[in-house]
């Protein structure tokens, strides 16, 4: 039992590795430009969502993002009004990371690692990246696979097994399970990830997943809060309007979970593409819904943590 923990520990923290090795190789080549992207077009709520999904898309990472939406808060770089746009649009474009590994990559991870690897060793600034990439990528595909072979041998350890069901059972539980899961991790794609290869052993139904995956887009919150610790009263607004957004959404789709479910089962056959699809579904609606009413918004959280700053 102890060595199948020992690996489950190793391919978590292989997914972790690939992903930041992945995000380093696309920010190193862009260099300072995102940034610059990010300030240039978030004037309108719309722009900055479209440009937290892009750029989210490039890294790989809404928490990367939301760290760096912060940082240019705080410096007074863009007001906290306009980061929100960006946040709506970063959970937007988180997505992409698991209608990726949601496929079957498998057969990608030879190549993926044996063009990584020599790119890795060289002295081209644009070819260290694009190794960075590849290898980044091989490695989240080797430990989604990792975790398809563990999920059911893990699942037959009774007491595994009777938190696993326990969780299958109720909604709440898998929701919290998410939260602290994806706080613990730091990564909300990663908990997607290992929710996606127990669904494909038949161990969580699709409600369950789902309601992993909510919990999992409150518990990545932790990374850009305590990246405001510290800071001025907008960056620690900024923080505060990535959980509210993740934590509005969940209350209005949580109790619809099952009816949500069903829908979803429409969209595609096999289990983690129907959980794919649905973090899609869930943000775009989620973003959709808020994006006109930004404004607003901003002005219920200046009043609900009492910021009296006139310059907000």
């Known amino acids: 039992m102890g060595e199948l923990f020992s690996l489950f520990a190793i391919y978590v923290a292989l997914f972790l590795f690939g992903m930041t090795v992945m995000r380093q190789g696309l920010l190193n080549m862009q260099g300072?430009?995102?940034?610059a992207?990010?300030?240039?077009?978030?004037?309108r709520p719309y722009k900055g969502l479209l440009m937290g999904a892009v750029v989210t898309g490039l890294l790989q990472s809404s928490s990367?993002?939301?760290?760096?939406?912060?940082?240019?808060?705080?410096?007074?770089?863009?007001?906290?009004r306009h980061s929100i746009g960006i946040m709506l649009g970063a959970n937007i474009g988180t997505c992409l990371t698991l209608e990726i590994v949601a496929m079957n990559t498998t057969w990608l991870?030879?190549?993926?690692?044996?063009?990584?690897?020599?790119l890795l060793m060289t002295r081209n600034h644009i070819l260290f990246c694009i190794g960075c990439f590849s290898f980044g990528l091989g490695s989240i595909f080797v430990a989604m696979h990792g975790f398809e072979t563990l999920a059911y041998p893990l699942s037959s350890i009774a007491s595994v097994y009777d938190w696993l069901t326990g969780t299958d059972e109720k909604s709440t539980l898998a929701l919290l399970a998410g939260i602290v899961l994806s706080g613990v991790i730091q990564s909300s794609s990663a908990v997607s990830a290992i929710t996606m290869s127990f669904m494909n052993e038949q161990i969580f139904s699709l409600p369950t997943g789902i309601a992993i995956m909510?919990?999992?887009?409150?518990?990545?919150?932790?990374?850009?809060?305590?990246?405001?610790?510290?800071?001025?009263?907008?960056?620690?607004?900024?923080?505060y309007a990535h959980i509210w957004?993740?934590?509005?959404?969940?209350?209005?789709?949580f109790p619809f979970l099952h009816v949500f479910s069903d829908l979803l089962r429409l969209t595609a056959e096999t289990p983690a593409v129907q959980l794919a699809h649905a973090a899609t579904v869930f943000n775009i609606i989620s973003s959709a819904v808020l994006l006109p009413f930004t404004d607003r918004f901003a002005g219920f959280l200046i009043w609900i943590h009492r910021i009296r700053d006139p310059r907000i």
């Open 32 to 35: 300072r430009s995102l940034s």
């Open 37 to 43: 992207w990010l300030v240039r077009f978030v004037d």
């Open 64 to 80: 990367a993002v939301m760290v760096m939406t912060v940082g240019l808060v705080a410096a007074r770089v863009i007001s906290f």
């Open 109 to 118: 991870i030879v190549p993926l690692l044996v063009i990584g690897v020599p």
């Open 214 to 239: 909510l919990g999992a887009n409150i518990g990545t919150c932790i990374t850009a809060w305590l990246a405001s610790i510290g800071g001025s009263v907008e960056s620690r607004l900024t923080a």
């Open 245 to 253: 957004i993740n934590v509005i959404g969940v209350i209005v789709f």
